[in-house]
């Protein structure tokens, strides 16, 4: 499982159907959140989408070079877990 954020519904469905048309997932899930973050010292509130991503250790790669390379955001961020 990997998750990200993009910046709006569009930038996450285009980075969805990119990870899912290069088969480096199975399954993304997508939900609107609200977040709370320090970026260049100032306190930031922005609405985003957060992308829940089902894939093997075996794509975990390729999937973190596609988001690097795909995602809208300087410093896009990249959370994984093992089940």
């Known amino acids: 499982m990997v998750m990200t954020t993009a910046p709006d519904r ?3 469905e285009s980075l ?3 990870i899912l048309n ?3 997932a199975a399954c993304v899930q997508m939900a609107d959140i609200r977040s709370f973050f320090l970026w260049e010292g ?3 509130k922005e609405s985003e989408v957060a992308l829940y991503i089902k894939t093997t250790e075996a794509r975990y790669s390729d999937l973190e070079a596609y988001i690097q390379e ?3 955001y300087d410093v896009p961020d ?3 877990s093992v089940f």
């Open 10 to 12: 569009e930038e996450a």
């Open 16 to 18: 969805a159907d990119g």
């Open 22 to 24: 290069n088969r480096l």
């Open 42 to 44: 100032a306190m930031q």
């Open 70 to 72: 795909y995602h809208p």
């Open 78 to 80: 990249f959370i994984s």
